[in-house]
């Protein structure tokens, strides 16, 4: 069974041991950071989605995302796969539907594949239902098997920390000590209302964002971190100085950048450590999270 690639890089637990990088960028009040999908300004989960986007794991169909839409088996299979770096090995094997008896022919045949040899995916009597909704129990049950987060193996402890939810008994027992180990570690929550609501679908906003949190802790997402400058000099351009030695990159015109989880001007972060995704040497996102 194969394991998820070790990623080299930076992680949000490690950041404070990184190398310091400086970044000149130009204060052009034209270069207008874009939010290339129309359908989540405003959404809970805006930043996060904007940074699977940018990193390539999501991706949206005429500009927009649907972020309130279940998201499929097959999908977050995909979203899975690619975080961890096994997108290549994915499309190699695209038509090899051997793991499961139903999909055969399906678009994401290769991730679900990919997935199942990862032992991120188990199936039913030998199908897999990929374009079934998600829920959140599965949900969360896919991601911690993804990046090995243990779940423990003690049911009392289990039903202790479930305790607190009103619907405790609509978790299956099968994913209650998924569902423990990730409230505990604080990769999920629940509702105000004090529900968790197991079996209801999850949202492609949701998944994005449970799966943003814990990638970038991994160190999964971001190229760079490091002090972030303002200099007037080279309009639309981004100099990253490592150890004196500076290196230039475009400012993608469709770039985003955010303080926390609210969109901003990249002028309101000069002077603050970021940490910057970059695609074919364009800065794509730019996100400032306070110590």
């Not at 999501?58 to 500009?63: E, H, K, Q, S």
């Not at 399906?106 to 997935?115: K, S």
């Not at 079934?132 to 969360?140: L, P």
Request: zero cysteines.
């Amino acid at each position: 069974m194969k394991t998820p690639k070790a990623s080299n890089r930076p992680s949000l637990l490690t950041f404070a041991f990184m190398l310091v990088l400086i970044y000149s960028i130009a204060a052009n009040p034209e270069y207008v950071f874009a939010q290339r999908l129309s359908d989540i300004d405003g959404n809970f989960a805006e930043s996060e989605i904007s940074m699977l986007f940018a990193r390539g794991i999501v991706t949206g169909a005429g500009a927009r995302f649907f972020p309130a839409r279940p998201v499929t088996r097959a999908e977050f299979a995909k979203m899975l796969v690619t975080t961890l770096g096994y997108g290549d090995d994915a499309r190699e094997i695209q038509n090899y539907s051997g793991a499961f008896s139903d999909i055969d022919g399906h678009w994401a045949a290769g991730y679900i594949t990919e997935a199942w040899e990862l032992g991120i995916v188990k199936g039913e009597g030998g199908r897999f239902y990929p374009d079934r909704s998600i829920n959140r129990a599965e949900m969360v049950a896919m991601l911690l098997r993804a990046f090995n987060v243990k779940a423990g193996n003690d049911g009392e402890k289990s039903q202790q920390v479930l305790e607190k939810f009103r619907d405790r008994s609509w978790i299956p027992v099968w994913a209650a000590p998924y569902v423990a180990a990730a409230v505990e570690k604080g990769i999920v929550k629940g509702t105000p209302e004090g529900r968790f609501e197991p079996l209801r679908p999850a949202a492609r906003a949701e998944a994005a964002k449970v799966l943003a949190a814990i990638a970038a802790k991994k160190g999964y997402i971001y190229d760079y971190f490091g002090l972030l400058t303002i200099a007037d000099d080279k309009q639309g351009e981004i100099n990253i100085t490592i150890n004196g030695s500076p290196v230039t990159f475009r400012l993608s015109p469709d770039a985003a950048a955010y303080k926390g989880e609210e969109k901003t001007d990249i002028k309101d972060l000069n002077g603050n450590k970021v940490f910057v995704i970059v695609n074919n040497k364009e800065v794509e996102f730019i996100k400032y999270i306070e110590e």
